[in-house]
Nanobody, 115 residues
Framework: QVQFVESGGGLVQPGGSLRLSCAAS????????MSWYRQAPGKERELVAR????????LYADSLKGRFTISRDNAQNTVYLQMNSLKPEDTAKYYC????????WGQGTQVTVSS
């Protein structure tokens, strides 16, 4: 079955960096665009970034441009989210999923930006 295992989150000070990883299985990874989502406390899950199977990337909020980068390694069935210049408003649990989205979600990885 489709599975996602996210990792790499943690507590970081404002201005810091983190690199999130998501290992996917249960489908032909290289054939699918992959996405990162995040969900802050009390808010709906939102789409952060997407990368196509041919490595074209899109960020879905102006506030992320210049700070977040999505990438993928098809040989490792893994998608990454490099996050730089982190802000307190980036605090959320981060999830990955394929596109079209699977009904299966991983456990997510918590990112907390605080001094």
């Amino acid at each position: 079955q489709v599975q996602f295992v996210e990792s790499g989150g943690g507590l970081v000070q404002p201005g810091g960096s983190l690199r999130l990883s998501c290992a996917a299985s249960g489908f032909t990874f290289s054939n699918y665009p992959m996405s990162w989502y995040r969900q802050a406390p009390g808010k709906e899950r939102e789409l952060v970034a997407r990368i196509t199977s041919t490595y074209s990337t899109t960020l879905y909020a102006d506030s992320l441009k210049g700070r977040f980068t999505i990438s993928r390694d098809n040989a490792q069935n893994t998608v990454y989210l490099q996050m730089n210049s982190l802000k307190p408003e980036d605090t959320a649990k981060y999830y990955c999923n394929k596109y079209p989205r699977s009904g299966s979600w991983g456990q997510g990885t918590q990112v907390t930006v605080s001094s």
